[in-house]
């Protein structure tokens, strides 16, 4: 049932609003799981050594101990929860299987601290995950049943959806997530452009897309986080993020399964779109567990005329 704007303040906490969702019990105990989890991440992220660990991840990148520490926290949680059989995060080389197939149980993929390389100036960044229900997590994003991030900024948020809408909640002075803002839409067409990588290296449609926007008046709202970025452009509820495929990098940086997946169902969930340049970023059937593909994703329109210029080329 909605909530009337004005009664949120009386703090309709996580749990009771995912039980509201009419979802079973095993999801919502393993979203407030993740959440709980999140509490031990912002305290690593906010007091944490911003050192190097000395080791690199699946995609040759050197992770920090902040990498390190956040998976550990929420893998421990997943482990813990007894409702997950399968684990797989940006920080792992391969799928952890935790339990046996059986009913009931899911299979979890996440970024533990998407942005990390941005905690030593003082930016935000964040956690995402997607959930998808059986052991298998080599499916389309369009099968997940959840998906959520936690952003670590000024506050800590979290938004989520189980397919019925987008919510946010927010922490408050007793580390409890309270809601914030319920069903989160976008408009078709926003102002806002966040373009990731190089300039130089775009194609000439990305190209010729970015001077519409400039010529349009989009203002440019880029801080190099995934969370805060697509965060922005949700709770506004217009504009466009992408992260191109590069001149060199032919599927852009930002990965299918822990990345893009969970944030295109919560930016659909929306009322916006996601596409990799051909087709929905939900419709990729992946083939390997570190599959890069570039984005485009936003509001409708913005996201369909950034896919015009593509297709001109
Ligand atoms: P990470 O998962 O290693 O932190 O990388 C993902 C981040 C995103 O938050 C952001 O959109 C992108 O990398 C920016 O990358 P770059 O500055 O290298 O272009
Ligand atoms: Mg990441």
Redesign the pocket.
Known sequence: MPHEPGTTKFQIDLRRHLREQNICDNLVHLICEIAEAGKYVINAVRTGDLGVAGTSNLYG?EQLALDVLSDRIIKKRLIHSGVVCSILS?EMDEVLNVKPEADGLYSVGY?P?????LVDVNLAVGTIVSIHSGCTLLKPGRSQVAALYILYGPRVSLVYSVGKGVHEFTMNHLMEYTLTRENITMQPAGNIYSP???RNKYCEGVEKFVRYLEAKGAKLRYS????P?INQILLKGKGIFM?PALNGSPKG???LLF?LNPMAYLIEQAGGSASNGSIPILDIMPDEIGQLEPVFIGCKDDVEKALEFLNEE
């Open positions: 990148e940006e970024d601290l998407d942005g990390s390389s990731g990588g190089l190099g986080g995934f969370v970025d992260y940086k930002l990965r990345e």
